[in-house]
T-cell receptor, first 113, second 112 residues
């Protein structure tokens, strides 16, 4: 059973470009969570999605960030007009339901130059 | 605002030592507490605790939760160099969904 998959693993973008991060949950998991880890900081919750629904986006910056989890295909975290402060590791986690442990993917390391 | 505090922030020990990592929390509507191990990549799940006083054990690692005093400990006995990692404590809380609030982590270094 493959674990949580994320791609790309590393992404370099210039200021002002768009970044698209993908996450495929573990087989049988329909709950996806995105977390951000800034340099020298802990993991911070961004958004929680189920298929086609955003359940909790209270950790998402109000502008430039969006997330989706379509009926088919991976979950996408999209960052428009990236700035240097967006440089971080973005982790995706999945679970089969609430009240279950979340399993993390390897992360996407975004560098904004 | 939910808060999770881990101590110590870093710890250096020798192989064979026993270590205790601490995690305290202040959250609204507690659901569970989880421990993860992070070695420069994805956090790896260790334990999920929901009930007070029931120890969870996996090999040399064990953990227990005290919901009255709002803390948990992670014990590692007979440490090995492969235990070197950041150990993360996270709490699932709130009324909507399953967001995790993480502590800053404890950087454990085990020297040979």
């Amino acid at each position: 059973n493959a674990g949580v998959m994320q791609n790309p693993r590393h992404l370099v973008r210039r200021r002002g470009q768009e970044a698209r991060l993908r996450c495929s949950p573990m087989k049988g998991h329909s709950h996806v969570y995105w977390y951000r880890q800034l340099p020298e900081e802990g993991l911070k919750f961004m958004v929680y999605l189920q298929k086609e629904n955003i359940i909790d986006e209270s950790g998402m910056p109000k502008e430039r960030f969006s997330a989706e989890f379509p009926k088919e295909g991976p979950s996408i975290l999209r960052i428009q007009q990236v700035v240097r402060g967006d440089s971080a590791a973005y982790f995706c986690a999945s679970s089969p339901d609430t009240a279950y442990e979340q399993y993390f993917g390897p992360g996407t390391r975004l560098t904004v130059t | 605002e939910d808060k999770v505090v881990q101590s110590p922030l870093s710890l250096v020990v020798h192989e064979g030592d026993t270590v205790t990592l601490n995690c305290s929390y202040e959250v609204t509507n507690f659901r569970s507490l989880l421990w993860y191990k992070q070695e420069k990549k994805a956090p790896t799940f260790l334990f999920m605790l929901t009930s007070s006083g029931i120890e969870k054990k996996s090999g040399r690692l064990s953990s227990i939760l005290d919901k009255k005093e709002l803390f948990s400990i992670l014990n590692i006995t007979a440490t090995q160099t492969g235990d070197s990692a950041v150990y993360l404590c996270a709490v699932e809380a709130g009324f909507s969904g399953s967001r995790l609030t993480f502590g800053e982590g404890t950087q454990l270094t085990v020297n040979p």
